[in-house]
């Protein structure tokens, strides 16, 4: 039997699928806050950066987990709360448009986590595709409130697909802390079994 290392193999956060989805987020949330929120506003601003926050904090949390599952769990809680906050400007800009918030299910909603977009872009063809399907069914609805509208829901979807392998993300390092301890723990127990050699 190996011997445990005593800072175990850290910092795979590229293959996370939360990570994925919260640099997805980050790049879409760019994009949209570019097109539809004034440049120079705090808002635009704060959006962007929580976006980033998402996606910084789940890498550094990754790979902080070699010596500390302690700092691992905390700083993944904060992306998750990074996109708790960005979904709440999201969700903001529909209602002080008066824009309508998809319900968790809204079939274009479920279209959209369907199409399993990797890039931004294949997001920004989805929302077009949805925006020529919408316009062609409701014609009391106004070109100029359509697309926002229709971004602004597409990006909250992908938030809450982020946050829910956030959450589960949480629970097991949670579990895993738990269960076996943190870097304290395992030099303790390498340091036993060297000495028991």
Known sequence: MNPEPLI???????????FQL????????VHFCDRFVEKKSRT?????????SGVQNIAEGSQASGTSKKSELKLTNVARASLEE????????????TLSRWSRHDPRRQRLIDRKCATADEV????????????STQ???STAST???ISANAALALIAVAC??????????????????????RLYRVRSARRGQ
């Open 44 to 52: 635009h601003d704060q959006m962007v950066q929580a976006a980033r």
């Open 139 to 141: 014609s009391t609805k």
């Open 86 to 97: 960005l979904k709440l400007d999201y969700e903001d800009f529909l209602r002080q448009r």
């Open 22 to 29: 919260a640099q997805l987020v980050y790049d879409v949330t």
């Open 164 to 185: 829910a392998l956030l959450d589960r993300q949480i629970q097991a390092l949670a579990e895993s802390f738990e269960e076996s301890g943190g870097f304290t723990e």
């Open 8 to 18: 175990p193999t850290h910092g795979g956060y590229r293959n996370l699928k939360s």
């Open 124 to 135: 920004a063809k989805w929302v077009k595709e949805e925006f020529h399907r919408s316009s």
């Open 147 to 149: 697309l926002p509208e």
